[in-house]
């Protein structure tokens, strides 16, 4: 059982990444899955959510910038990240709960810089 996260890097502000987080050993198409972010010398912070029927919600400091998706027969979770700003560098990590535990990916690292 596993959530793998790929498609950080270097971007310059006002730029645009997608993540993507494949999973495998669990039904994924039953599962709210979730993306956090974790920056040097700060919690690790909700960024979006998406429910098992597609329903999603966004913390506030990303609302109309980022958007979360998913590709039920390709077990992956999405999140597009536009008009990137400095202070959404981070470490970018999936995340569900799975039998009553945190599954957790290992993140990628998004960094924000000209």
């Known amino acids: 059982v596993q959530l793998v996260e790929s498609g950080g890097g270097l971007v310059r502000p006002g730029g645009s990444l997608r993540l993507s987080c494949a999973a495998s050993g669990i039904f994924f198409g039953a599962y709210d899955m979730n993306w956090y972010r974790q920056a040097p010398g700060k919690q690790r912070e909700l960024v979006a959510t998406i429910t098992y029927s597609g329903s999603s919600n966004y913390a506030d400091s990303v609302k109309g910038r980022f958007t979360i998706s998913r590709d039920n027969s390709k077990k992956t979770l999405y999140l597009q990240l536009s008009t990137l700003e400095p202070e959404d560098a981070a470490v970018y990590y999936c995340?569900?709960?799975?039998?009553?535990?945190?599954?957790w990916g290992q993140g990628t690292q998004v960094t924000v810089s000209s």
């Open positions: 995340h569900t709960r799975w039998n009553g535990a945190d599954l």
